[in-house]
């Protein structure tokens, strides 16, 4: 089973050279920190940062430069600031290769659920409806079930939708799955997690072929 940097390393390998990403906020924030050396991947923030780099060692912070999420960043060679409305011009101009969010519930058809709790207080939706509506390519980083034990991989999701049939790829503690017209297909195993317990935890249908490997570390 995967903890939340294990979850992070794993997104990681799906990040290609030349590549610009958007991080959302939580467990897709930690990708940065692991992506590939050899490699070069432009971060993009939506309130207005293109060059982000790993988070910063204790004592190194400076408050001035922060992500959408207002945690602490740095910055890498080259990195520009800039105004919300040209960073949303960035993101719906689809101008952003790879988009890695966090999720409550994500269905079988590829609906996402990650911005509202009916009841709960929150400050707004931020980017994240910009950014699932014109993202070709969405990961989705998360916990497996909810604190009750409860599947987040569902046949339909029961909160606020964020966006319809937009995520391809799910990265949870037990396995990585991909979205396909006929539900999750279970593409691999967390190392220690058996198929018998990716069944049980996930309520959408899940599609199983032949042997699923365990994630390679």
Request: with cysteine; net charge negative; glycine share 12%.
């Amino acid at each position: 089973m995967l903890d939340k940097i294990g979850i992070a390393k794993r997104i990681a390998k799906e990040v290609k050279d030349g590549y610009y990403v958007n991080l959302g906020i939580g467990i897709p924030t930690l990708v940065a920190n692991y992506v590939r050396e050899d490699i070069s991947v432009e971060f993009q923030s939506e309130n207005g940062v293109l060059g982000m780099g790993p988070f910063p060692f204790e004592g190194e912070e400076d408050a001035d430069i922060i992500n959408a999420g207002k945690q602490t960043i740095t910055t890498l060679p080259g990195a520009s600031f800039f105004d919300s409305a040209t960073s949303f011009g960035m993101i719906r101009g689809k101008h952003v290769d790879l988009t890695i969010l966090g999720a409550m519930e994500v269905s079988e058809n590829g609906d996402i659920a990650n911005w509202k709790i009916p009841g709960k207080m929150v400050k707004g939706m931020g980017g994240a409806m910009d950014l699932v509506a014109s993202a070709e390519n969405i990961i989705v980083a998360m916990m497996h079930t909810n604190k009750a034990g409860e599947s987040k991989l569902l046949k339909k999701c029961s909160l606020p939708l964020t966006g319809v049939g937009c995520v391809k790829k799910i990265v949870t503690n037990l396995a990585v799955l991909e979205v396909t017209p006929k539900g999750f297909k279970l593409l691999e195993r967390a190392p220690g997690v058996r198929v018998e317990d990716i069944i049980k935890a996930t309520e959408g249908t899940l599609i199983i072929e032949g042997d699923v490997p365990e994630m390679m570390s």
